[in-house]
């Protein structure tokens, strides 16, 4: 039996996350496939629109057989913690590859990508953000480097070699411009997420070039951080700089910027734009931001090097055979009951995440400890 791997967001899940799952199957020839899902909180330092559970129904009616969280520890990492979050989880699952989207599928140009040994310490001296100072050290590799999957396929890459060298690794060409706005066949959950914000007719438009089961699951309303607005500041206007500094994500004397900012801040979107400088990306920014929100730490970080355990969310009726190779192989403990796990500061955190999700889908707490993994 071969199993092959997705680290995967699905923010929403639309046609194109389809034709991975299946390409996925055709390149490793998988007998099955399973996704390390991002939970509330995603990469770009977000809430995700839907919550877990709407997303996994969308990937396992979508050609996946089973889907487990991705800790938030990772899920709001940068590339590098997110990357060895995903490889790290599936790699202790027993999977037998990974297979992954980016902007040029050539293999052999990302492992070269891999193994630069990359410096962009002076670039950081004359206040470029780290994208760009490491994107510049990189020389001709730069212009790849600056597109989003193929850095992060290079960290999925970095984190095989150290963590997991028995994966097999693949990549598949990501059609579309990431930063395209069109609302077409080919376009990226950032457009499709954008027309779901917009007015009625963009809206419809997003709506009706995704999957239909994906349409149907998606709320009336889509979350995002603004739903937190008064929660979040007030966490932050209630630490001290001391506190602050703690935090994941904090460097480099942004913890200064972002604790001025709450002081006088109304709206997250005014906090953003008070902090917003050369140095940072607005992804770092939200994603510290989100950190602080749920007392995600740097000690945490240190404790929790790996994924430390796999909490399934859903599997298919026919994936028997699948769960059972699972927890034949499975190197770190399987949570479906999350009530009878023992305490862990990482699964706490993992809660504390979905509670303040909930709190702005003004959904009951502690949902974590009252839903059992889903079965289609």
């Known amino acids: 039996m071969k199993i092959t791997g997705i680290i995967c967001e699905y923010n929403p899940f639309h046609a194109m996350h389809s034709a991975h799952i299946r390409l996925a199957r055709e390149k490793t020839q998988a007998d099955y496939i399973v996704c390390a899902l991002s939970g509330p909180f995603v990469q770009r330092g977000d809430l995700a629109i839907c919550d877990k559970w709407r997303r996994t129904k969308m990937a396992l009616l979508g050609g996946a057989d089973a889907v487990f969280e991705l800790p938030v520890r990772f899920a709001l990492g940068a590339a590098p913690d997110f990357a060895r979050g995903g490889v790290t989880l599936l790699s202790a699952l027993g999977a037998d590859a990974l297979c992954f989207g980016s902007e040029n599928d050539d293999l052999a140009l990302l492992e070269q990508a891999a193994r630069l040994q990359i410096d962009p310490t002076q ?22 480097l600056s597109l989003p999957n193929f850095t992060l396929g290079v960290e999925y890459l970095r984190a095989i070699a150290a963590y997991a060298p028995h994966l097999q690794a693949a990549a598949v060409l990501r059609t579309g411009a990431h930063h395209a706005k069109t609302l077409d066949a080919f376009a990226s959950a950032g457009a499709i997420r954008a027309g779901l914000f917009a007015d009625e007719t963009q809206r419809g438009q997003a709506l009706a070039i995704l999957p239909d089961f994906s349409a149907a699951l998606l709320p009336a309303k889509p979350l995002c951080l603004d739903d937190l607005n008064q929660a979040v500041l007030y966490a932050l206007r209630t630490m001290t700089p001391e506190r602050m500094s703690a935090i994941s994500g904090m460097r480099e004397g942004l913890e200064n910027r972002i604790f001025q900012a709450a002081q006088v801040s109304r709206t997250l979107e005014e906090l953003f734009a008070n902090v917003k400088c050369k140095r940072y990306t607005m992804a770092a920014i939200r994603r510290a931001v989100c950190a602080a929100a749920l007392g995600m730490t740097k000690e945490l970080e240190k404790q929790t090097p790996t994924a430390p355990y796999a909490r399934l969310l859903g599997f298919r009726t026919g994936s028997a055979a699948l769960l059972k190779q699972i927890k034949q192989r499975a190197q770190i403990p399987i949570l479906t009951k999350i009530a009878d796990a023992p305490p862990n500061d990482c699964l706490l955190l993992d809660m504390r995440a979905q509670d303040l999700a909930d709190l702005a889908a003004c959904q009951p707490i502690r949902r974590d400890l009252t839903t059992s993994p889903m079965r289609i």
Do not use: F, H, I, N
């Open 123 to 144: 670039g950081l001296k004359d206040g470029k953000s780290y994208p760009r100072a490491l994107g510049e050290a990189a020389g001709a590799l730069s212009p790849w």
